[in-house]
């Protein structure tokens, strides 16, 4: 009698904790489980609990799933190891972005490593309180393409106003509508012709649309004085004049497209792709001139985590950071769109 007696003990025991949360034979952090209800200010805060951790190079920190999954530019590898031992501190740039519906957050900004700036692209998913998928995409210095990690990361810089702006329920368009227009720029950069997307003679842009990458800008850039006025320079101009010319021909293949945050409250979609370029280097702009990119002439890739800012149906502004990578990168995570 005893002995069955603590059997139902034990039992009740270990149902309570169920019920409470407090039982988890699945997880590897002491720290407590994130609210259920986690919304956009419990969301940015357990971004800067995950950089508190990384800084001090102790992921127990965290509330973590035993199986969750991590990643460093597409490289499967353990909490704990790669960026967690080397990151030394949060730098000035931050941007965060919030999809609380599906317990979601991303953070752009800088990091420090060995002495200078980088900037990080980071992705956490929340499940059942605990955090099941860490994707973190880095740019160093030197990492291919444009960058601007030093004026990004001054003391000082932010987002412009616009990207903080709170949409209307009534106003904001349908998750799938955010991701079709986001995917609308893939479509339309792969293999531009400046035809539109699909042919269809148009972009998803609005006439002030101004992109930067790697912390550089590239578009808008003013003229330089010394440059003749019949140059081609794309930089100067904005996202729908880059398009309408057929300016990135040299794109032949944009895949594993995912939209995994969608912030709709402000208007905003956080996607992940892979450019795979460098294959074709010469082509027709669609103004007639022949054009040829220096430097595109063996197989590349870059690896793109990009956040458009969708006002009125449209993309306004544009965040990307991504390095250059393995030619035709396969990613590990699931659910990616190929190029089409």
């Avoid at 609380?100 to 953070?107: A, H, K, N, S, Y």
Wanted: glycine share 10%.
């Amino acid at each position: 009698m005893r002995s069955a007696l603590i059997a139902l003990g034990a039992l009740a025991i270990i149902a309570a904790a169920v019920l409470t949360g407090t039982f988890a034979p699945h997880v590897a952090a002491a720290t407590g489980p994130i609210p259920l209800n986690c919304n956009r200010a419990c969301l940015e805060d357990l971004v800067n609990q995950y950089l508190a951790a990384l800084v001090a190079h102790d992921p127990k920190r965290l509330p973590l799933s035993a199986d969750a999954m991590y990643t460093e530019n597409d490289q499967t590898i353990e909490v704990g190891d790669g960026f967690w031992k080397t990151a030394e501190a949060v730098g000035n740039y931050k941007h965060y972005f919030a999809d609380p519906e599906f317990g979601q957050v991303v953070f752009m900004g800088s990091m420090r490593e060995a002495s200078a700036a980088l900037l990080m692209s980071l992705r956490l998913r929340v499940e059942l309180g605990r955090i099941t998928e860490i994707e973190s995409i880095y740019y160093r210095q030197g990492g291919g393409g444009p960058s601007g990690i030093a004026d990004m990361d001054k003391p000082g810089y932010k987002p412009e106003d616009m990207w903080f702006k709170s949409i209307a329920a009534a106003q904001r368009p349908s998750r799938q509508e955010m991701i079709a227009i986001a995917d609308g720029y893939f479509t339309g950069l792969q293999k531009n012709d400046g035809k539109g997307i699909n042919g269809t003679g148009t972009y998803p842009f609005t006439n002030d649309c101004h992109r930067i990458e790697n912390g550089a800008p590239t578009t808008n850039v003013p003229w330089p004085a010394n440059q003749p006025a019949d140059a081609i320079n794309a930089f100067s101009m904005d996202c729908l004049s880059q398009f309408k010319l057929g300016y990135y021909f040299v794109v032949q293949s944009i895949h594993h497209r995912r939209y995994p945050v969608v912030d709709m409250e402000r208007g905003v979609v956080w996607s992940h792709a892979v450019f795979d370029q460098g294959t074709v280097n010469e082509g027709t702009l669609s103004d007639g001139r022949k054009y040829t990119f220096k430097g595109f002439n063996r197989p590349s890739s870059i690896l793109v985590t990009e956040a458009f800012l969708i006002e009125n149906r449209k993309i306004r502004r544009v965040e990307m950071i991504g390095p250059s990578v393995t030619y035709h990168l396969t990613s590990p995570w699931p659910g990616g769109l190929s190029g089409r």
